[in-house]
């Protein structure tokens, strides 16, 4: 099942995401390892999607689930979410206002509001899926320190093109342990005027598809999580 979800929004409460691509070059000493995702789906984008469950999510029929973020210790978000994986039937509730749209190739103009708010949302709780789902380039890079704990981890970084979407041409630096989950990540904005770094952390196993329910920065004043998770 191949799903084409696009890119992230980055604002105070919102942080956001792109599918796209972008040429990289290997560093010294052969220490990174470039692969298209395109061309290379059996690669490393497939071994991460894979080792997070993306064969058990193909079998599921509806996930529910409600993004919130906290910063400061206040709460700026929260929307639940239901998605039909299947017809591809996406609901929102935020607050005491329910709407819904079908997500297809062609959104209406009235319903893209949503659909960027469920693509951001959707690509926090499961982006090791868009290493699959989505075009872009991957450049490895081993025995990295990661940029919040320091430990030494393996880095990819998922570069996205600067045309279409609604956030084109972001970066994200995702750092990885032997077991290829995602323990931290870096959001770099087009342009190169935002950057922030968060953890993964706090997985639960839904239905054998582990979901990293927390994403914190360093010092803890943004926390972006998620409750209410269910897979049918």
């Known amino acids: 099942m191949k799903k084409t979800i696009l890119p992230f929004l980055f604002a105070l409460s919102i942080i956001a995401c792109k599918n796209t691509e972008n040429d990289t070059s290997s560093s010294e000493m052969n220490t990174e390892t470039e692969v298209n995702a395109s061309e290379e789906k059996d690669g490393i984008g497939n071994t991460i999607a894979m080792a997070n469950g993306l064969d058990k999510f193909e079998e599921a029929e509806e996930i529910e689930f409600t993004f919130n973020v906290k910063i400061q210790d206040s709460l700026r978000s929260s929307r639940h979410w239901k998605w039909n994986t299947k017809s591809n039937e996406i609901s929102l509730t935020e607050g005491d206002e329910t709407t819904s749209y079908t997500k297809t190739d062609s959104i209406p103009e009235d319903k893209k509001s949503i659909d960027s708010k469920f693509i951001n949302d959707s690509y926090w709780l499961l982006f ?8 872009a380039n991957l450049t490895e890079e081993k025995e990295v320190a990661a940029p919040i704990s320091g430990d030494t981890l393996t880095k990819l970084e998922v570069a996205y093109n600067s045309a279409g979407g609604y956030t084109p041409g972001d970066t994200y630096d995702i750092y990885y342990g032997k077991d290829h989950m995602i323990k931290e990540w870096v959001y770099k904005a087009s342009g190169g005027d935002r950057e922030m770094a968060t953890t993964w952390e706090d997985y639960e196993t839904f239905k054998n598809i582990p979901i990293a329910k927390m994403h914190k920065s360093e010092d803890g004043s943004f926390q ?4 209410d998770i269910s897979v049918k």
């Open 128 to 135: 090791p899926y868009q290493l699959v789902w989505s075009d």
């Open 224 to 227: 972006l999580y998620f409750t």
